[in-house]
Structure formats: C-alpha cells, structure tokens
DNA sequence: CGTATTGCTGAACAGATTGCCCAGCCGAAA
DNA sequence: TTTCGGCTGGGCAATCTGTTCAGCAATACG
C-alpha cells in the first residue's frame, strides 16, 4: 500500500486537526470535495488509517507511571501468559519478541509502589518463569508516526 | 483527574464509533446534547481525551517490522542522542529508562535488511555505547487503553 | 434558613456539513 | 480509437453544530 502525496498531505493534516471535515479539507488541499472524500475512504478501506479512536492519556486516568517489561516464559506457555496478561488492564500492551525475553510489555501505574502490585499480578502466573523491569522517566518522544508519513509519501 | 460512569460510556461509545457526533452520542447515551458536549470539553481540556488523530498502520504504509532497542548512552551525551533519534522517522517513540539500558525505542523497518540499515542509522551517533534489539514477532495485545478505562470509571 | 453555584434538561435558530447523485473532462491503458 | 479510472464542479434534502435561553434540582455557604 504505497501513499501518494496527497494521502501524506490528507494524513498530515487529519493529525493536526482531527476534527476537520471532508469540505474543510477538500478546501484546505485545494481538491473537490469528492476526492478528498475518496482517498479518505481508500486510506481507510486500505487499512493505512486504522481509525480516530480518542487518545486517552493514562496519566490524566491517574496512572502516571509507565514502564516496561521483558519476560522469560516457560516453553509452551506463551498461549495462556498471553491470555492472562490480556486480563490485566494496566498492561496497555504485549508483544512477542526475538532475542533474551520472550516477550515484553508496557505497563501503567497509579505510582511507584503501585507498580509493584502491577507488576506482581503481571507475574504472579506460571508460565512466566523470569521478568526484568524498566521504569520510564522522560519520553522524549511520544509515539508518533507523521514522519514516517512524510518519508512514505515522498518515495513516490 | 478522576472519571465518573458518564465519562467512561463517552470513552468507550467514541473508541468504539470514533466518527460519531455529539447529537448521535447524547441520544445512545440518554442525556442531553448540553451535557454531552459539555463532558466532552472537559475531558479534552483535562486532557483525559488528547485528540482524535488518525490512527496509522505502519505495517500498510509499508514498514511490517517492528523492534525495540535498549540503548546504553556515554554520560551526558542525552541530549544529543535524543536530538539525534529525533530525526530518524523510523524511531516511532523513545524513552528514557532505569535499568540496564539508559533508553528504549521502539523502531519500524521496510524488512528484516531494512531493520539493519535504520539500527545502523539508530546507532551510529558517538553518544551511544552499546545497543541491543528485540525483533516483534507477534503482537497479541495490540496497544489497548478502554480495559483501564473502566477501572478508572468503576472505581467512582 | 435563605441564597448563590453547579450541572443537567429540553428547546430553539441560523449556518454549515454530510451523503448522494450526476455530467463532463482528461490521461493512461488496451 | 475506445474504455476506464480518477478528478472536477454542482445541486439537493437531511442532518448536525454552535450557541443561547429558561427551568429545575442538589449542594455548598454565610
């Protein structure tokens, strides 16, 4: 699925301003309304735009504390270390990797000390025979995707 | 910044149809439009709710591998390593850690060669001593927040 | 015990946007 | 040359937004 320049240009600027409407940014690129409505809907028939779902910041919910996870898990264990930490709300996700864990998490807390409780009930479960945590302290920078957007959009 | 009920059936009813209206959620929410707005701006302005960016995969524009390194930095070469990774459009985000490592990214390639060249763009900065990398393989909790906003909403 | 204050409801209005449809134009591919 | 896909520009009815208003109930305060 590659993205022209006028995708980057539509996805740069959904992002500055999500709220926008298709007449606002047809006007906005220059283009009739009808195709800006068509490459947002290919965007997202495409699987390119997954969504607008609202981005909700764990810390303003009262979970400031971030931090990650690297697991060892038991051999034939991943199914059901998956299945529990699936059940756990403040692992906000979990990804299978190569290398000296098996897999890693991110994880929320209410704070320092309530992150071990996180962290016990993250472990807490068979299959996870080793976990080594790291606590964040700045994000320099926040997930972000726009230039990766820009660099897909001028390969073109 | 705590959350009531009300506040959680809005995260929740817009995660699920992001493009939906004030008008159309006070209707399923059985409260006045008034009171629907007005929720609304507050969780922006709390920044509980940060904005509505489109959500982009990177894997459709064309970057399918992920992977995180664990960066050890040279003493107070931060900054500078920060600014550098910065400019990598590949660096999707970056942290600053305890633990072993001093910082942890999360980076995208075009394949497993590519992930060579922006590990070798990641590292070659003089600040940066040592690296080790995580290859995802699968991701079974994609990143997630509506389980943790529940609990916030139930715990009122 | 009165009296602001706050939050919610229900309603109204003009202005703007959406979903949908159509005809014409143009460049690329067959 | 013909066909096809993508873009333009326009029109229409239905809907939503931004905003304002008055009424009402629960709560905090002097």
Known sequence: MAIDHLDGRIILLLAREPRIGVLEMSRRLGVARGTAQARLDRLQ????????GP?????????????FATLQIRQ????????????????LELHTTTGTGDMMCRLVARS???LQRVIDR???????????????MENPVP????????????ET
């Open 122 to 136: 993250v472990v807490g479960f068979d299959g996870i025979v080793r976990a080594s945590t790291a606590i964040v």
């Open 45 to 52: 028939s495409n699987g390119v735009i997954r969504g607008f």
């Open 55 to 67: 981005e909700v910041d764990p810390a303003a919910l009262g979970y400031p504390v971030t931090a």
């Open 76 to 91: 034939g264990q991943g199914p059901d270390v998956r299945a529990h930490l699936a059940t756990v709300p403040e692992v």
């Open 112 to 114: 320092n000390a309530d």
């Open 143 to 154: 997930l972000r995707i726009i230039p990766l957007v820009e660099q897909a959009a001028e």
